[in-house]
């Protein structure tokens, strides 16, 4: 059971370059979310997904696009990326239909530096 | 809107001395969840409190849940070195969706 898995680990991007952020679980969990971290600080939800095919927009949204076409792997989109989006991205899924648990399991993260 | 404070944000404590970490949060949740972070690694799940009343153990750690209170403790009892690192709580913001909104962290340093 590999649990949530983040490719790649590091990433340093130039401004206006765009990316893909591949989130991967094998957990067969219902939710995925995207998270950013910044130094000193906690974590803020960027996008989420209650299921296969569907995506919802989170507390910072702005310059990230998602997609979850199939249930295990979620992907964060930078389309053009600016200083602002150097932060460290966390990947979680959670809730299976065959448990009773809403703990979110974390990936190991991307540090992402945009110059 | 949905508020989770944590105090302190900073803790310094010498080795084999208790504390305790408060977590206070604005609106009803029936779920809080004790997270714990090491320098430049990913979040590790340390509790999960379902009820009001709720308490949970794991070594020198004991969390609990007050949700009359809308307040959650961490308590560390006997401290060692091996729990520096910085602990979340983080509270379901709403029901069905189970998103997350984090607190500010409490960064603990325990001295030898």
């Known amino acids: 059971n590999a649990g949530v898995t983040q490719t790649p680990k590091f990433r340093v991007l130039k401004t206006g370059q765009s990316m893909t952020l591949l989130c991967a679980q094998d957990?067969?969990?219902?939710?995925m979310y995207w998270y950013r971290q910044d130094p000193g600080m906690g974590l803020r939800l960027i996008h989420y997904s209650v299921g296969e095919g569907t995506t919802a927009k989170g507390e910072v949204p702005d310059g990230y696009n998602v997609s979850r076409l199939k249930k295990q792997n979620f992907l964060l989109g930078l389309e053009s990326a600016a200083p602002s989006q150097t932060s460290v991205y966390f990947c979680a899924s959670s809730y299976s239909k065959y448990q009773y648990s809403y703990e979110q399991y974390f990936g190991p993260g991307t540090r992402l530096t945009v110059t | 809107e949905l508020k989770v404070e944590q105090n302190p944000l900073f803790l310094s404590m010498q080795e084999g001395k208790n504390y305790t970490i408060y977590c206070n949060y604005s609106t009803t949740s029936d779920r809080l969840y004790w997270y714990r972070q090491d320098p430049g690694k990913s979040l590790e799940s340390l509790f999960v409190?379902?009820?009001?009343?709720a308490v949970k153990q794991e070594g020198r750690l004991m969390a609990s849940l007050d949700t009359k209170a809308r307040l959650s403790t961490l308590h560390i009892t006997a401290a060692v070195h091996d729990l520096s690192a910085t602990y979340f709580c983080?509270?379901?913001?709403?029901?069905?969706?189970?998103?997350?909104?984090f607190g500010t962290g409490t960064r603990l340093k325990v001295l030898a």
């Open positions: 957990m067969n969990h219902e939710y």
């Open positions: 409190l379902l009820s009001n009343g």
């Open positions: 983080a509270v379901d913001k709403a029901s069905g969706t189970y998103k997350y909104i």
